[in-house]
């Protein structure tokens, strides 16, 4: 499945963006549809992913209150509201999806078979 992210910008700490991941291809119905993101010196983080069929959603630690991630099951679009942004939350957000990881690996990149083209979101001081 070939994935598209939209909506990276410039927004000032407290703002907020949606992040969105697209496929096309085919259906995220039988996919975990998630993001991760990387900031420049540092690994790739596990920012938030959702089992697209039974709508169960997971979160990092570090986003956990401030980020939503949803379905829009009409458009196969997987949204992130990310909400009370910080500098730190600067980074490329990559979207990712795979029809085969197991519940244990979802934080983990390598477990993820398809990448999305990163979107770079910038949080000013």
């Known amino acids: 499945v070939q994935l598209q992210a939209s909506g990276g910008g410039l927004v000032q700490a407290g703002g907020s963006m949606r992040l969105s991941c697209t496929a096309s291809?085919?259906?995220?119905?039988?996919?975990?549809v998630g993001w991760f993101r990387q900031a420049p010196g540092k690994e790739r983080e596990f920012v938030a992913a959702?089992?697209?069929?039974?709508?169960?959603?997971y979160y990092g630690d570090s986003v956990k209150g401030r980020f939503t991630i949803s379905k829009d099951n009409a458009e196969n679009t997987v949204h992130l509201q990310m909400n009370s942004l910080k500098p730190e939350d600067t980074a490329v957000y990559y979207c990712?999806?795979?029809?085969?990881?197991?519940?244990?690996?979802?934080?983990?990149?390598?477990?993820?078979?398809?990448w999305g083209q990163g979107t770079l979101v910038t949080v000013s001081s």
């Open positions: 990712v999806a795979d029809s085969t990881i197991i519940q244990s690996s979802y934080r983990t990149p390598s477990a993820y078979d398809n």
């Open positions: 291809g085919r259906t995220f119905r039988r996919y975990v």
């Open positions: 959702v089992k697209w069929s039974a709508g169960y959603t």
